[in-house]
């Protein structure tokens, strides 16, 4: 085998560029990146012809040059994010993007965002406006609250709270209510961070009315209380509710701020499953303030929201770490447009893509498992594809011990392992994530729209995943 006439076969740089094939991906993409794209695929050829012993399979790689250049410069250009798709029955499923949220939504931002906007111009007035303005009336009207504002995430609510009101000061907290929530949020470092001294009271287990009575001092800035939104202590438990805080915090004149994590804006208790404190009953109670995430069960932007009182809400508008901390067009297109589905809850339950899979029955569910379980069949696959009944999760840290009974599709690969197919489901063009239980794949309905179901038997069938 002669190898220097092998790579004497390698079009040079200067021919490549007068490639028709090549010309038309210069116009498509840019010069640049063809030529990246041509001087890597030059480098991996004759690394392919240094070490191979099969002169046929040589000139085959020579012959598919032009090819791959295409190959690698599309994929430059191809962003890295991409749609996957959610199998896993994980409804909030923080590695996956937490709350979906709906096309039309969407579109309705995207209008927003494209072009300029009112953002902070108030429009009746013709001069500077606030970017809370567009869902505050909403957000207050929704939850009883007096006033309201949203920043970045929930974790930058705790912080600018605590930072308002407790820099220097003391705040009392439940050791009960010390959690750390995924993403290595911890109640005790994010209150060291805002300057406000952690005064801890009770035990993990139970603590009382008069241990947060007993811890008020001259110092006390605030009284916190941290819904423990991921985990659950049964058995010989107790805490002290908001409404029995309230008279000690309105004797010392103390704020009561409450983290509901979760922030469900309706009774989940409804639709069968178990109660979640929501943030109207907590501002019924006399909660100051409460704040919580805007993409857990809320089901809409990632956003820490703020309601309460106006006279707290306003100092927390005027503290410097909100300019730091603040929203984006993005985020405040998108929580207006959400919170205006909250109107009523049937809306809400309806366009909200996070409460309907909570709230879809498993009727509904069953029969677009079918759906999928027929159309997967009828791709003729090298597998065993079967309807199991399963258990969704809420997940995002909400409801921990919530299941929701849900239907699934799953798979058993005849001619390659599970776990060789979960692999290659991940490589697939439209990503598709699943869960793998007893050595199969499981793919549950719940959490995956059924314009999906195409899409996902198309790429099963197409590179031949299942070979
Ligand atoms: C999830 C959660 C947070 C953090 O909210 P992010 O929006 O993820 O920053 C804070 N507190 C509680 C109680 C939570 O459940």
Redesign the pocket.
């Given at each position: 085998m002669n190898k220097n006439l092998l790579f004497r076969n390698i079009p040079k740089v200067d021919v490549l560029l007068e490639n028709e094939d090549i010309q038309r991906m210069i116009g498509t993409y840019s010069r640049d990146t063809v030529v990246e794209a041509i001087r890597q695929e030059l480098e991996i050829l004759r690394e392919f012809i240094r070490t191979c012993d099969n002169e046929e399979k040589a000139m085959v790689q020579i012959d598919a040059l032009v090819q791959n250049i295409e190959l690698t410069v599309v994929k430059m250009h191809r962003p890295n994010m991409r749609p996957v798709v959610n199998g896993t029955g994980t409804i909030l499923h923080t590695n996956l993007g937490r709350a979906p949220i709906s096309r039309d939504h969407m579109n309705y931002v995207a209008s927003v965002a494209t072009g300029y906007s009112n953002l902070e111009y108030n429009l009746e007035e013709g001069k500077r406006g606030e970017r809370y303005s567009h869902f505050e009336k909403l957000l207050c009207e929704i939850t009883g609250a007096e006033a309201a504002m949203a920043v970045?995430?929930?974790?930058?609510?705790?912080m600018l709270i605590l930072s308002t009101l407790g820099k220097g000061k003391e705040v009392i907290v439940s050791r009960g209510e010390l959690?750390e929530?995924?993403?290595k949020?911890r109640?005790p470092d994010v209150m060291e961070q805002s300057g406000a001294k952690l005064v801890e009271v009770g035990t993990t287990n139970k603590t009382h009315f008069s241990d947060y009575e007993d811890a008020i001092t001259e110092e006390t800035s605030a009284l916190l209380k941290?819904?423990?939104?991921?985990y659950r202590i049964v058995g010989f438990a107790d805490s002290v509710p908001i409404a029995d805080l309230v008279p000690l915090g309105d004797k010392h004149g103390i704020p009561i701020v409450e983290?509901?994590?979760?922030g469900v804006l309706i009774d989940l208790a409804k639709y069968g499953l178990e109660h979640e404190p929501t943030v109207q009953e907590s501002i019924q109670a006399g909660a100051d303030i409460v704040?919580?995430?805007?993409?857990?069960l809320l089901g809409g932007p990632?956003?820490?929201i703020i309601v309460g009182r106006k006279k707290y809400i306003d100092m927390m508008k005027k503290n410097q770490l909100t300019r730091a901390l603040r929203i984006d067009k993005f985020t405040a297109a998108t929580l207006d447009v959400v919170l205006h589905e909250y109107l009523s809850e049937e809306t809400a339950v309806k366009n909200i893509p996070v409460l309907r899979m909570i709230t879809e029955p498993i009727e509904k569910v069953t029969k677009d498992a079918k759906m999928l379980c027929r159309i997967l069949k009828n791709a003729g696959l090298p597998a065993e594809i079967r309807l199991e009944s399963c258990e969704s999760q809420i997940g995002?840290?909400?409801l921990p011990l919530e299941r929701i009974p849900s239907m699934a599709v799953t798979i058993k690969p005849f001619k390659i392992s599970t776990a060789e197919l979960e692999e290659r489901m991940r490589h697939l063009p439209v990503p598709v994530i699943p869960r793998t239980i007893n050595d199969k794949i499981v793919l549950d309905v719940r959490t995956i729209d059924r314009s999906f179901f195409k899409l996902i038997a198309e790429q099963f069938a197409e590179p031949g995943i299942l070979n």
């Amino acid at each position: 085998m002669n190898k220097n006439l092998l790579f004497r076969n390698i079009p040079k740089v200067d021919v490549l560029l007068e490639n028709e094939d090549i010309q038309r991906m210069i116009g498509t993409y840019s010069r640049d990146t063809v030529v990246e794209a041509i001087r890597q695929e030059l480098e991996i050829l004759r690394e392919f012809i240094r070490t191979c012993d099969n002169e046929e399979k040589a000139m085959v790689q020579i012959d598919a040059l032009v090819q791959n250049i295409e190959l690698t410069v599309v994929k430059m250009h191809r962003p890295n994010m991409r749609p996957v798709v959610n199998g896993t029955g994980t409804i909030l499923h923080t590695n996956l993007g937490r709350a979906p949220i709906s096309r039309d939504h969407m579109n309705y931002v995207a209008s927003v965002a494209t072009g300029y906007s009112n953002l902070e111009y108030n429009l009746e007035e013709g001069k500077r406006g606030e970017r809370y303005s567009h869902f505050e009336k909403l957000l207050c009207e929704i939850t009883g609250a007096e006033a309201a504002m949203a920043v970045n995430n929930n974790a930058s609510s705790v912080m600018l709270i605590l930072s308002t009101l407790g820099k220097g000061k003391e705040v009392i907290v439940s050791r009960g209510e010390l959690v750390e929530i995924g993403g290595k949020f911890r109640v005790p470092d994010v209150m060291e961070q805002s300057g406000a001294k952690l005064v801890e009271v009770g035990t993990t287990n139970k603590t009382h009315f008069s241990d947060y009575e007993d811890a008020i001092t001259e110092e006390t800035s605030a009284l916190l209380k941290v819904h423990t939104s991921n985990y659950r202590i049964v058995g010989f438990a107790d805490s002290v509710p908001i409404a029995d805080l309230v008279p000690l915090g309105d004797k010392h004149g103390i704020p009561i701020v409450e983290d509901l994590g979760s922030g469900v804006l309706i009774d989940l208790a409804k639709y069968g499953l178990e109660h979640e404190p929501t943030v109207q009953e907590s501002i019924q109670a006399g909660a100051d303030i409460v704040c919580f995430s805007g993409d857990k069960l809320l089901g809409g932007p990632q956003a820490g929201i703020i309601v309460g009182r106006k006279k707290y809400i306003d100092m927390m508008k005027k503290n410097q770490l909100t300019r730091a901390l603040r929203i984006d067009k993005f985020t405040a297109a998108t929580l207006d447009v959400v919170l205006h589905e909250y109107l009523s809850e049937e809306t809400a339950v309806k366009n909200i893509p996070v409460l309907r899979m909570i709230t879809e029955p498993i009727e509904k569910v069953t029969k677009d498992a079918k759906m999928l379980c027929r159309i997967l069949k009828n791709a003729g696959l090298p597998a065993e594809i079967r309807l199991e009944s399963c258990e969704s999760q809420i997940g995002g840290g909400s409801l921990p011990l919530e299941r929701i009974p849900s239907m699934a599709v799953t798979i058993k690969p005849f001619k390659i392992s599970t776990a060789e197919l979960e692999e290659r489901m991940r490589h697939l063009p439209v990503p598709v994530i699943p869960r793998t239980i007893n050595d199969k794949i499981v793919l549950d309905v719940r959490t995956i729209d059924r314009s999906f179901f195409k899409l996902i038997a198309e790429q099963f069938a197409e590179p031949g995943i299942l070979n």
